[in-house]
Nanobody, 114 residues
Framework: VQLQAFGGGLVQPGGFLRLSCAAS????????MGWFRQAPGKQREEVAE???????NYADSVKGRFTISRDKAKNGVYLQMNSLKPEDTAVYYC?????????WGQGTLVTVSS
């Protein structure tokens, strides 16, 4: 499984961004896709995930602001991020879970700053 992420950038507090992740390879084997993020000096944390059946989970810190959804055209996922806060600043990574394996895309930097 190969993953490619798009859509990071600089945005002001209160603004929005949409990240996109395209998957290729053995996509039929993917059970869950999601997004993680890693801020400077912090551990990587899971932000949101969507399972094959469409069920979703979110970190408490982003509930009500972020929405994960499928991108059927790219066999991937979107992450719509609204009401962004400076603490959302991080490198965001697309993730795919296949059985017990994790696949990662390259990170995309999101900076929330005025």
């Amino acid at each position: 499984v190969q993953l490619q992420a798009f859509g990071g950038g600089l945005v002001q507090p209160g603004g929005f961004l949409r990240l996109s992740c395209a998957a290729s390879g053995s996509i039929s084997s993917i059970n869950v896709m999601g997004w993680f993020r890693q801020a400077p000096g912090k551990q990587r944390e899971e932000v949101a995930e969507i399972a094959r059946d469409g069920s979703t989970n979110y970190a408490d810190s982003v509930k009500g602001r972020f929405t994960i959804s499928r991108d059927k055209a790219k066999n991937g996922v979107y992450l719509q991020m609204n009401s962004l806060k400076p603490e959302d600043t991080a490198v965001y990574y697309c993730n795919a879970k296949v059985s017990r394996l994790n696949y990662w895309g390259q990170g995309t930097l999101v900076t929330v700053s005025s």
